[in-house]
Nanobody, 126 residues
Framework: EVQLVESGGGLVQVGGSLRLSCAAS????????IGWFRQAPGKEREGVSC????????YYADSVKGRFTISIDNAKNTVYLQMNSLKPEDTAVYYC???????????????????WGQGTQVTVSS
């Protein structure tokens, strides 16, 4: 059974940091892209970042470039999202997802992803 489990969310003040984890089971990262998405109340789900499990290529939304870093530990089948300099507009439920087609410019399209985690809440207070 394929599972993605996010953890690491919480409440943080403006300018603070959090590290989200996405632990996968039931498949290997090698042939997948793993993306992070977020959804704030009343807004559409948006792509935050993505990493290729095969070659480590990374992609970021403009809104998080320079603040967020995605990384992968293939041995642990876990993807991380290090979030620094957090802003109130980063408040959302964060989801990780797996795309069996791999990583590319389509990474922001959430319909491309085959598996999703349950989400973890990130709240940035001002």
């Amino acid at each position: 059974e394929v599972q993605l489990v996010e953890s690491g969310g919480g409440l943080v003040q403006v300018g603070g940091s959090l590290r989200l984890s996405c632990a996968a089971s039931g498949f290997s990262f090698d042939d997948y892209a793993i993306g992070w998405f977020r959804q704030a109340p009343g807004k559409e789900r948006e792509g935050v970042s993505c990493i290729s499990g095969s070659d480590g290529r990374t992609y970021y939304a403009d809104s998080v470039k320079g603040r967020f870093t995605i990384s992968i530990d293939n041995a642990k089948n876990t993807v991380y999202l290090q979030m620094n300099s957090l802003k109130p507009e980063d408040t959302a439920v964060y989801y990780c997802a797996a795309d069996s087609y791999g990583a590319g410019l389509w990474w922001v399209d959430n319909t491309e992803y085959d598996y999703w985690g349950q989400g973890t809440q990130v709240t940035v207070s001002s």
